[in-house]
């Protein structure tokens, strides 16, 4: 006997409509929102202890790092002290992200709603077992 989709019985032909309903939905949901950053030379990143620490204090140890490393590549505290000010850097980049729905109609986020969840529900109705 033939399977459908994912090795059960359910259908071949649901499984595609799902899976093109939720590629279709997912990418209209993420093309209606919009990054804005808040983050420049001397933007708080984060604060330890109520001392706020900015972009301008977190590349000071990269560049000594950095310095450390060129002077001897294994020179594991050069590494380290680059390394996590870099990880602090692209935290504090996250951390100050806007996201906001771009502005569109009831009738297009609900018809993006519906791709997406519809074909979520299309796609995991396919696999399922009989």
Do not use: C
Not at 9 to 28: E, P
Not at 67 to 77: C, D, S
Not at 99 to 112: G, N, P, Y
């Amino acid at each position: 006997m033939a399977r459908g989709a994912g090795g059960s019985d359910g259908g071949t032909g649901s499984f595609l409509i799902g899976l093109i309903m939720m590629v279709g939905g997912g990418y209209l949901l993420l093309n209606g929102i919009v990054v804005r950053p808040n983050f420049g030379f001397g933007a708080r990143v984060f604060g330890i202890g109520g001392v706020s620490i900015t972009s301008g204090m977190v590349l000071i140890p990269f560049m000594f790092g950095v310095g450390m490393i060129f002077y001897n590549a294994k020179n594991w505290l050069g590494w380290g002290i680059a390394g996590a000010s870099l990880v602090a850097l692209i935290f504090g980049v996250i951390a100050n992200m806007t996201l906001q729905l771009e502005r569109m109609s009831a009738f297009d986020l609900i018809v993006i709603l519906v791709l997406l969840v519809g074909g979520i529900g299309l796609f995991l109705r396919s696999l399922k077992a009989g």
